[in-house]
């Protein structure tokens, strides 16, 4: 199910993964890496994905196999309106840890650094190719 869901691309799909939600597990787990759809639908950034998840069941504090949580996904992939919406869910846990012992928090952090230091990088790089 898992592999079918992450191939819906347009909102005309929405009512197909509604369907195929009603009579599967929301929360199975994908053989690699123990993802759930609700943290694939984070990855891709579908909030439309995630919302149809949600209403659906889907259980947000579930951990992969590196123990993060689709909270932690949406903080690492910068998803701004996804990790609001994962945080509205009631007994969405932000204080979580994964296997390496970074929250949702530290994840976000780091991922704007890294973001942060690209634009750094690409800045000086274009700046170098100037004519002084």
């Not at 984070?42 to 909030?47: A, D, E, L, M």
């Not at 969405?92 to 704007?112: Q, V």
């Given at each position: 199910?898992?592999?079918?869901?992450?191939?819906?691309?347009?909102?005309?799909?929405?009512?197909?993964?509604?369907?195929?939600?009603s009579?599967?597990?929301?929360?199975?787990?994908?053989?690699?890496?123990?993802?759930?759809?609700?943290?694939?639908?984070?990855?891709?950034?579908?909030?439309?994905?995630v919302?149809?998840?949600?209403?659906?069941?889907?259980?947000?504090?579930?951990?992969?196999?590196?123990?993060?949580?689709?909270?932690?996904?949406?903080?690492?992939?910068?998803?701004?309106?996804?990790?609001?919406?994962?945080?509205?869910?009631?007994?969405?846990?932000?204080?979580?840890?994964?296997?390496?012992?970074?929250?949702?928090?530290?994840?976000?952090?780091?991922?704007?650094?890294?973001?942060?230091?690209?634009?750094?990088?690409?800045?000086?790089?274009?700046?170098?190719?100037?004519?002084?």
């Amino acid at each position: 199910m898992l592999t079918a869901l992450a191939a819906f691309n347009s909102d005309s799909d929405l009512q197909t993964v509604l369907q195929l939600l009603s009579t599967g597990d929301v929360n199975a787990k994908a053989s690699q890496a123990g993802q759930t759809a609700l943290m694939l639908a984070v990855s891709h950034g579908r909030g439309d994905m995630v919302r149809a998840l949600l209403s659906c069941g889907a259980q947000v504090n579930l951990r992969d196999d590196d123990g993060s949580t689709a909270l932690m996904c949406a903080c690492e992939h910068g998803h701004v309106d996804i990790v609001r919406q994962l945080l509205s869910v009631p007994g969405c846990d932000a204080t979580l840890t994964d296997n390496d012992g970074s929250t949702a928090l530290s994840i976000a952090l780091e991922a704007i650094r890294m973001t942060l230091l690209c634009f750094c990088m690409r800045t000086l790089i274009l700046l170098s190719r100037l004519p002084l």
